[in-house]
């Protein structure tokens, strides 16, 4: 954004009270209108404003770098609206491209002097005084004062130098405002995200017809890409899905609302033929989602009477069937995830369940959790925690598991989505 100074010149006074009398009168009046500016873009303008007078100077500009551009533009500057130049173009391009003071007092035998700014405007420059603008070690832009009667001189460069660095700070400062509202504005839009997310699954805790079931998911990140379902069905049979986009964050998040959605839809609309609502699923995913894209899948379907479920694993962990005297089963058999292959094909198995078993699903956020070592979970812990809990409720079971992992993790970031479902057939 262009900023023009408005700011009214200072002029130096000719009482005879001297050069140090004048630089104090200029920063005692720039200061009070200073210390009553609380916007800190205005502030960079009234920076440049009090360079210009402390030198004497006609006009005052600050001169940015736009990298994307390959140009300098000004951010401030005199009687003039923005102006765009190549980088390395003028005095002021030298000034940045070398990191360096220039003075230059005879304009008409300095070959770097960009006349065109003459031409275009109307002003005649006379006299040229350009400091780097800084920012650490990165030279960022550079401050520009014009012509002072006589020329610039050594104490001229000194307090533009000074001035300069007050600048530079002001600037970054800006910048770091502005990158903060950027991120506060993408805080509120993920927790906006994260809520519609949330919103799709289903509720933690339900019971439907002989069956108690819960979920749990907790995002390695803002939003993920874990889902799950639980779903009752017309024909008394009860369908529930935990699957795990690939990657995370938001473009995981949006593959799986989608999936989310659709295989609800699918389900819903046939849940006889696993094989078909999963192929139509693959086919889905795969138009319309890149080649990186994909998702495994445990899609299961309890049947009316509780004795049998059918499922098709999409290269899945295993779901876990616990019966009550601790017995654990892991379904067999498995298939490509969904969206690897346009034609892919998919197969239904089936398997007995007894009255009062825990069937539990979890995504490898869970069986997959490191310690602060690098070191993953064992397995056999799992099976340990399902059979002390084989007989707790089933948010107990969720709570115990995610109790464990985190045992485990000891503080170690959460590296994955950690999603589970479990389920309990009454006795």
């Given at each position: 954004?262009?900023?023009?100074?408005?700011?009214?010149?200072?002029?130096?006074?000719?009482?005879?009270?001297?050069?140090?009398?004048?630089?104090?009168?200029?920063?005692?009046?720039?200061?009070?209108?200073?210390?009553?500016?609380?916007?800190?873009?205005?502030?960079?303008?009234?920076?440049?404003?009090?360079?210009?007078?402390?030198?004497?100077?006609?006009?005052?500009?600050?001169?940015?770098?736009?990298?994307?551009?390959?140009?300098?533009?000004?951010?401030?500057?005199?009687?003039?609206?923005?102006?765009?130049?190549?980088?390395?173009?003028?005095?002021?391009?030298?000034?940045?491209?070398?990191?360096?003071?220039?003075?230059?007092?005879?304009?008409?035998?300095?070959?770097?002097?960009?006349?065109?700014?003459?031409?275009?405007?109307?002003?005649?420059?006379?006299?040229?005084?350009?400091v780097p603008l800084r920012a650490g070690d990165q030279v960022i832009g550079a401050?520009?004062?014009?012509?002072?009667?006589?020329?610039?001189?050594?104490?001229?460069?000194?307090?533009?130098?000074?001035?300069?660095?007050?600048?530079?700070?002001?600037?970054?400062?800006?910048?770091?405002?502005?990158?903060?509202?950027?991120?506060?504005?993408?805080?509120?839009?993920?927790?906006?995200?994260?809520?519609?997310?949330?919103?799709?699954?289903?509720?933690?805790?339900?019971?439907?017809?002989?069956?108690?079931?819960?979920?749990?998911?907790?995002?390695?990140?803002?939003?993920?890409?874990?889902?799950?379902?639980?779903?009752?069905?017309?024909?008394?049979?009860?369908?529930?899905?935990?699957?795990?986009?690939?990657?995370?964050?938001?473009?995981?998040?949006?593959?799986?609302?989608?999936?989310?959605?659709?295989?609800?839809?699918?389900?819903?609309?046939?849940?006889?033929?696993?094989?078909?609502?999963?192929?139509?699923?693959?086919?889905?995913?795969?138009?319309?989602?890149?080649?990186?894209?994909?998702?495994?899948?445990?899609?299961?379907?309890?049947?009316?009477?509780?004795?049998?479920?059918?499922?098709?694993?999409?290269?899945?962990?295993?779901?876990?069937?616990?019966?009550?005297?601790?017995?654990?089963?892991?379904?067999?058999?498995?298939?490509?995830?969904?969206?690897?292959?346009?034609?892919?094909?998919?197969?239904?198995?089936?398997?007995?369940?007894?009255?009062?078993?825990?069937?539990?699903?979890?995504s490898d956020g869970i069986s997959e959790t490191k310690n602060t070592q690098g070191?993953?979970?064992?397995?056999?812990?799992?099976?340990?925690?399902?059979?002390?809990?084989?007989?707790?409720s089933v948010q107990q079971v969720n709570d115990a598991l995610v109790e464990a992992?985190?045992?485990?993790?000891?503080?170690?970031?959460?590296?994955?989505?950690?999603?589970?479902?479990?389920?309990?057939?009454?006795?």
């Amino acid at each position: 954004m262009q900023y023009s100074l408005m700011e009214p010149k200072i002029e130096s006074s000719a009482n005879g009270l001297g050069p140090e009398r004048d630089i104090t009168r200029v920063i005692l009046e720039h200061a009070a209108r200073i210390s009553k500016e609380q916007d800190i873009s205005a502030l960079v303008g009234l920076n440049a404003a009090l360079a210009r007078d402390l030198v004497n100077g006609d006009r005052s500009s600050i001169w940015l770098i736009d990298q994307a551009r390959g140009e300098l533009w000004t951010r401030v500057a005199d009687g003039i609206g923005e102006v765009r130049i190549p980088q390395a173009t003028g005095l002021v391009g030298a000034c940045i491209a070398q990191n360096e003071i220039i003075v230059a007092n005879d304009l008409s035998k300095d070959p770097r002097f960009h006349r065109q700014m003459d031409q275009t405007s109307g002003y005649k420059t006379t006299s040229i005084l350009c400091v780097p603008l800084r920012a650490g070690d990165q030279v960022i832009g550079a401050l520009q004062v014009l012509n002072k009667p006589g020329g610039f001189g050594d104490q001229d460069a000194e307090l533009l130098r000074l001035m300069a660095a007050y600048a530079a700070s002001a600037i970054q400062a800006e910048r770091l405002r502005s990158e903060a509202e950027v991120a506060r504005l993408l805080r509120h839009e993920l927790d906006i995200a994260r809520d519609v997310q949330m919103r799709l699954l289903p509720p933690i805790y339900g019971e439907s017809a002989g069956i108690e079931y819960s979920g749990f998911c907790r995002s390695a990140r803002m939003v993920g890409g874990d889902y799950y379902d639980l779903l009752p069905l017309e024909n008394g049979s009860f369908a529930f899905t935990l699957g795990d986009v690939s990657g995370k964050g938001i473009p995981a998040a949006v593959l799986m609302a989608s999936i989310h959605t659709l295989l609800r839809s699918l389900l819903t609309r046939s849940s006889e033929d696993l094989r078909y609502v999963v192929q139509e699923l693959n086919q889905a995913v795969h138009r319309t989602s890149s080649d990186d894209r994909f998702s495994t899948l445990f899609c299961g379907v309890i049947s009316a009477d509780r004795a049998q479920i059918r499922y098709v694993n999409a290269g899945h962990i295993p779901a876990y069937i616990v019966s009550q005297d601790g017995k654990i089963e892991r379904p067999v058999g498995t298939n490509l995830p969904v969206g690897v292959l346009e034609a892919g094909k998919y197969s239904e198995r089936s398997v007995g369940i007894k009255p009062g078993s825990l069937l539990v699903c979890i995504s490898d956020g869970i069986s997959e959790t490191k310690n602060t070592q690098g070191e993953f979970w064992d397995e056999e812990r799992i099976d340990e925690v399902l059979l002390a809990h084989r007989e707790s409720s089933v948010q107990q079971v969720n709570d115990a598991l995610v109790e464990a992992a985190d045992q485990w993790a000891n503080g170690a970031e959460q590296h994955d989505d950690m999603t589970i479902v479990a389920m309990r057939l009454a006795c």
